[in-house]
């Protein structure tokens, strides 16, 4: 029998940010929100987010208060965790108001489920032990059909210190009680209408996007837009569906954004494309601010419909990758834009050359990166002619002769498995 066929009826985690939280009256709308699901049957575990900017006001109380001297990450934690711990007594005060029965969670009972490893403001979650205190102290809460009321971000040592798990800690929270539970979905109540096209501060056209799949949400997940942070994603169930919605809609089914599928769990180092690949390195007097020469460019390899496996530029020169095989498509076209503005001097071609690509949720967190990967090609001789970052990978072109060495290295130096 699964977790979730423990459980009589449905099952969904909701998490309120602290804009959804951040007074009395957005507290009473949330609470009665959870209310009204609940009389349906759904069996509901609650995480709550410090109360508006809460865990903001606490880091600059406690700076004023120190006056200036170190404060230990150890105090830091017990202070912060305060907001989320408040939120959560203050929610279940809410729902009983409402003729709901709960039972919120506290770190400094024997209950808490979440427990991390004793890293100062960004605990990791320590998942086997947090898995079987879920289904342990939080699954027979919602059997007895009560609300489960956990304060997310917050978690406890094994030895009983306090700690938080930095940026995305309540995000990671929900994520973690749903896969241990079975729920069926993960609702992020927030001041956003869902996840959008744009930032909506920046862009007046941006739309709300019915649904979107997480390695596609992954290069966004970090640029600043508050809807989920790129370290909570990991933890991200591919059967358990995220619905990020707007808490003025007052209502847990409102239309939003689903989030779909999973990050894969490992760094893997492999080729990204199976061909030889080529740079083209185009130069000249300040190339790269020209829209003219950039335009004729991207023009040349939409008609010849060649797909651009990398791009960089800086004042003077382009360099272009692209796969070798097109090269007759290709280079006579491009020859013709240097020929023809006169801000291009020459154009230059270097074939033979391999995609590697190293990726995985996890880069983000491996310090120095770049560092291991140059070192590593380096100690074997090998050349690199280009590298980027784009959000969790690294790409980086080598000499096709070379690749296999390459690959070999650069696994050896992260310590990562193929896929």
């Not at 699964?2 to 959804?20: L, T």
């Not at 490893?117 to 979650?125: Q, R, V």
């Not at 050359?353 to 291991?372: C, D, N, S, Y």
């Amino acid at each position: 029998m699964s977790v979730s066929d423990n459980i009589v009826g449905r099952c969904v985690v909701v998490k309120f940010g602290g804009s959804s939280l951040a007074d009395g009256t957005n507290i009473s709308k949330a609470a009665k929100v959870v209310a009204r699901e609940a009389m349906k049957g759904t069996r509901i575990v609650v995480i709550v987010s410090a109360m508006g900017s809460t865990t903001d006001f606490l880091i600059d109380i406690t700076k004023q208060a120190s006056n200036g001297s170190v404060v230990s990450g150890n105090d830091i934690d017990d202070v912060l965790a305060m907001g989320e711990r408040t939120s959560a007594r203050i929610f279940s005060a809410a729902l009983k108001a409402n003729n709901v029965k709960c039972h919120y969670f506290d770190p400094a009972s024997p209950d808490w489920p979440i427990i991390t490893d004793n890293k100062p403001t960004n605990a990791n979650p320590i998942l086997p032990l947090c898995e079987k205190r879920l289904r342990k102290y939080v699954l027979p809460v919602l059997e007895r059909r009560r609300v489960a009321v956990i304060p997310g971000f917050i978690g406890k040592t094994q030895d009983g210190a306090i700690t938080t798990m930095g940026r995305g800690g309540s995000d990671a929270t929900a994520l973690i009680v749903a896969r241990a539970l079975g729920a069926k979905q993960v609702v992020l109540v927030s001041d956003v209408d869902g996840i959008m096209t744009a930032d909506p501060k920046i862009i007046r056209s941006a739309k709300k996007l019915d649904e979107i799949d997480i390695n596609a949400l992954i290069g966004i997940a970090d640029s600043g837009t508050k809807f989920i942070h790129k370290k909570a994603l990991k933890y991200k169930d591919p059967k358990i569906d995220i619905r990020v919605i707007n808490h003025r809609f007052c209502d847990l089914n409102a239309e939003g954004t689903t989030i779909r599928g999973a990050l894969q769990k490992e760094l893997t180092v492999d080729i990204a494309y199976l061909e030889p690949a080529m740079s083209i390195t185009i130069v000249g007097n300040a190339i790269s601010e020209s829209p003219q020469i950039l335009h004729e460019i991207i023009q040349q390899l939409k008609d010849a419909a060649i797909p651009i496996l990398g791009m960089s530029a800086n004042y003077d020169s382009i360099i272009l990758y692209l796969p070798e095989s097109l090269a007759e498509k290709i280079l006579e076209p491009l020859h013709l834009v240097v020929i023809n503005n006169a801000q291009a001097l020459a154009m230059a071609v270097i074939k033979n050359i391999a995609l590697i690509e190293i990726k995985g949720v996890g880069l983000e967190e491996t310090p120095g990166i770049i560092r291991k990967i140059s070192q590593a090609l380096y100690s074997k001789n090998i050349n690199i002619f280009g590298i980027f970052t784009i959000t969790s990978s690294v790409q980086v072109f080598v000499d096709m002769n070379d690749v296999e060495k390459a690959l070999t290295a650069i696994r050896n130096s992260i310590k990562v498995n193929s896929k």
